[in-house]
């Protein structure tokens, strides 16, 4: 019986408590009321002017009101973007590209006044139509792009844009018979003269006669880098004055062309084509980074054109003006490479192999033979020309140069004075 009492007693103290927490109103009348004034009436006034005194503390200290208010508008600004779906974009804030129109336009405006177009006009010889008793010369025309390099008339371009001297067994391309440029904003034709061209490099220079000019300024182009803004500017497809935009995409990119030269460039992603060959690359500044000289095509092939480095075409420049050719230092040998494979098909190492020595050359002073196989040169490993060659271009006329050769199976150190390369 006390068990059931106390058990009766912990079930009726239990539900009570659930009662109370959800029907208070099973007390008297009085005692509800009393409660409720004191449970919620007053804490709830309480909380009110508690938190009247707090803000108002708080904004009479100018330091904590600036605080809440900067916090207030950066969480405004923080809210996200919403789709049309009503699904968060993810993106913090919209992307100006006001910025980005602004650099292209001052970078174009800088630089076009610098930029020309050129003209070449040259005569084509056809065999084939003189083989049928038909008149075979004929006059056609190329055009490309230049940069003024001095305000009295100097201006840099490709030697393939002025150099249009070819012949196959068809036909025969002649030098060119005249060369006219435009300048920016002015429809006549100057015509120019050729002051100096370089094929190893791919660079001339023309000359034509007028002052005033706006020179190009240059930038150092060893330091640009993979990312930065590029803009090409020339005459692509006769159409002067064009601009076209992207990034550097790569640096000291090595590119032999179809005719076997290797050259180190800038790579772009900026659209360069037909005509804009000598014009310029320049960096979000208007300053010239490079020269446009080639770029690859094909069906698959997009947004892949290069730049001749700038840094590397002022000594040119400088030597085409003064000389009307670049002075290089001259071994006077022809040589082959030789792999791994047909070094040992001949019985021979790898390394340049020596086909002829030129006649009073620096190298049959030295005592280079045919028949020996250049492996060093100034102690570094040599195993093509283009080893050589940069090597050699790295010296003066009248520097000497260490040059290690396998004669006969024995090794041989020599020592080459550079002459000037006829």
Same mark, same amino acid.
């Given at each position: 019986?006390?068990?059931?009492?106390?058990q009766?007693?912990?079930?009726?103290?239990?539900?009570?408590?659930?009662?109370?927490?959800?029907?208070p109103?099973?007390?008297?009348?009085?005692?509800?009321?009393?409660?409720?004034?004191?449970?919620?009436? &007053?804490?709830?006034?309480?909380?009110?002017?508690?938190?009247?005194?707090?803000?108002?503390?708080?904004?009479?200290?100018?330091?904590?009101r600036?605080?809440?208010?900067?916090?207030?508008?950066?969480?405004?600004? %923080?809210?996200?973007?919403?789709?049309?779906?009503?699904?968060?974009?993810?993106?913090?804030?919209?992307?100006?590209? +006001?910025?980005y129109?602004? @650099?292209?336009?001052?970078?174009?405006?800088?630089?076009?006044?610098?930029?020309?177009?050129?003209?070449?006009? =040259? @005569?084509?010889?056809?065999?084939?139509?003189?083989?049928?008793?038909?008149?075979?010369? +004929?006059?056609?025309?190329?055009?490309?792009?230049?940069?003024?390099?001095?305000?009295?008339?100097?201006?840099?371009?490709?030697?393939?844009?002025?150099?249009?001297?070819? #012949?196959?067994?068809?036909?025969?391309? +002649?030098?060119?018979?005249?060369?006219?440029?435009?300048?920016?904003?002015?429809?006549?034709? =100057? #015509?120019?003269?050729?002051?100096?061209k370089?094929?190893?490099?791919?660079?001339a220079?023309i000359?034509i006669?007028?002052?005033?000019?706006?020179?190009?300024?240059?930038?150092?182009?060893?330091?640009?880098?993979?990312?930065?803004?590029?803009?090409?500017?020339?005459n692509?497809?006769?159409?002067?004055?064009?601009?076209?935009?992207g990034?550097?995409?790569?640096?000291?990119r090595?590119?032999?062309?179809?005719?076997g030269?290797?050259?180190?460039?800038?790579?772009?992603?900026?659209?360069?084509n037909?005509?804009?060959?000598?014009?310029?690359?320049?960096?979000?500044?208007?300053?010239?980074?490079?020269?446009?000289?080639?770029?690859?095509?094909?069906?698959s092939?997009?947004?892949?054109g290069?730049a001749i480095?700038?840094?590397s075409?002022?000594?040119?420049?400088?030597?085409?003006?003064?000389?009307?050719?670049v002075?290089?230092?001259? !071994?006077?040998?022809?040589?082959?490479?030789?792999?791994e494979?047909?070094?040992?098909?001949?019985? &021979?190492?790898?390394?340049? =192999?020596?086909?002829?020595?030129e006649?009073f050359?620096?190298?049959?002073?030295?005592?280079?033979?045919?028949?020996?196989? !250049? !492996?060093?040169?100034?102690?570094?490993?040599?195993?093509t020309?283009d080893d050589?060659?940069?090597?050699?271009?790295?010296?003066?006329?009248?520097?000497?140069?260490?040059?290690?050769?396998?004669?006969?199976?024995?090794?041989?150190?020599?020592?080459? @004075?550079? %002459? #000037?390369?006829?």
């Amino acid at each position: 019986m006390d068990e059931m009492k106390n058990q009766n007693k912990a079930e009726n103290k239990s539900n009570f408590t659930t009662v109370v927490g959800a029907n208070p109103y099973n007390s008297k009348k009085e005692k509800t009321k009393t409660g409720f004034g004191k449970s919620v009436l &007053l804490p709830f006034f309480s909380g009110i002017v508690g938190c009247a005194v707090v803000v108002g503390t708080c904004f009479g200290v100018p330091s904590i009101r600036e605080n809440l208010l900067n916090s207030s508008s950066s969480s405004t600004s %923080g809210i996200s973007n919403t789709s049309s779906s009503g699904e968060s974009s993810g993106y913090v804030s919209q992307i100006s590209l +006001s910025n980005y129109s602004d @650099t292209a336009v001052y970078a174009a405006n800088k630089i076009l006044p610098s930029i020309v177009g050129i003209k070449v006009e =040259y @005569t084509v010889n056809n065999s084939m139509l003189q083989m049928f008793g038909q008149s075979s010369t +004929s006059t056609a025309t190329a055009s490309g792009s230049g940069i003024i390099i001095s305000d009295d008339g100097y201006i840099l371009t490709n030697n393939h844009v002025i150099s249009s001297t070819s #012949e196959d067994s068809f036909y025969q391309i +002649s030098e060119a018979n005249k060369i006219t440029v435009t300048l920016f904003n002015d429809s006549t034709e =100057y #015509e120019a003269k050729i002051v100096g061209k370089d094929e190893e490099t791919d660079l001339a220079v023309i000359k034509i006669d007028k002052t005033g000019l706006v020179k190009a300024e240059f930038a150092d182009s060893d330091s640009i880098k993979v990312g930065e803004f590029a803009m090409a500017v020339g005459n692509p497809m006769g159409m002067q004055s064009s601009v076209t935009t992207g990034i550097i995409s790569a640096v000291n990119r090595e590119i032999t062309d179809t005719d076997g030269k290797t050259y180190t460039l800038i790579q772009t992603d900026a659209a360069i084509n037909s005509g804009n060959s000598g014009g310029a690359l320049v960096n979000s500044e208007g300053n010239v980074i490079g020269i446009n000289t080639l770029k690859l095509t094909g069906n698959s092939v997009e947004g892949i054109g290069f730049a001749i480095p700038i840094n590397s075409t002022t000594d040119i420049t400088s030597q085409l003006i003064e000389y009307s050719k670049v002075k290089r230092p001259y !071994i006077g040998i022809t040589g082959i490479d030789l792999d791994e494979q047909t070094a040992k098909t001949y019985n &021979l190492v790898v390394g340049v =192999y020596v086909k002829s020595v030129e006649d009073f050359s620096s190298a049959e002073k030295a005592g280079i033979k045919p028949g020996d196989v !250049i !492996i060093e040169a100034d102690g570094t490993k040599i195993t093509t020309m283009d080893d050589l060659t940069k090597i050699k271009n790295s010296h003066k006329i009248g520097d000497e140069m260490k040059i290690k050769v396998n004669r006969d199976g024995q090794e041989r150190e020599l020592t080459v @004075t550079l %002459g #000037e390369q006829p």
